[in-house]
Nanobody, 131 residues
Framework: QVQLVESGGGLVQPGGSLTLSCATNGFSLEHTAVGWFRQAPGKEREGLSC????????YYADSVKGRFTASKNNAEKKVYLQMKSLRSDDTAVYYC????????????????????????WGQGTQVTVSS
């Protein structure tokens, strides 16, 4: 059974940093593309990053490029999102996701990060940027 569990959300001041973690299980992180998304109240879910399974390629949304860094540890089965220079408009529920659904999985990312490419999702973790 595929599982993704985010942690690390919380309250942070503008300009601060926060690192989110996502524990994964039930699929091969080494061969599966994973991504981070967020959804703010009243807004559509936004794709932030997509990291390919094995070739080291990560694509970022323009809104977070240069401020957010996605990484993963295949041995620990964990995915991370380091967030720096946080702003109030970064406030949202953050989700990790994997391109796996049932027996089907995909290891490569498209430069345009689309939620429809991801078949498995975590429950989300709240990030609030406020003074």
């Amino acid at each position: 059974q595929v599982q993704l569990v985010e942690s690390g959300g919380g309250l942070v001041q503008p300009g601060g940093s926060l690192t989110l973690s996502c524990a994964t299980n039930g699929f091969s992180l080494e061969h599966t593309a994973v991504g981070w998304f967020r959804q703010a109240p009243g807004k559509e879910r936004e794709g932030l990053s997509c990291s390919s399974g094995s070739d080291g390629i990560t694509y970022y949304a323009d809104s977070v490029k240069g401020r957010f860094t996605a990484s993963k540890n295949n041995a620990e089965k964990k995915v991370y999102l380091q967030m720096k220079s946080l702003r109030s408009d970064d406030t949202a529920v953050y989700y990790c996701a994997a391109m796996v659904s049932g027996m089907y999985g995909r290891g490569w990312c498209h430069p345009t990060i689309m939620s429809t490419d991801f078949g498995s999702w975590g429950q989300g973790t709240q990030v609030t940027v406020s003074s």
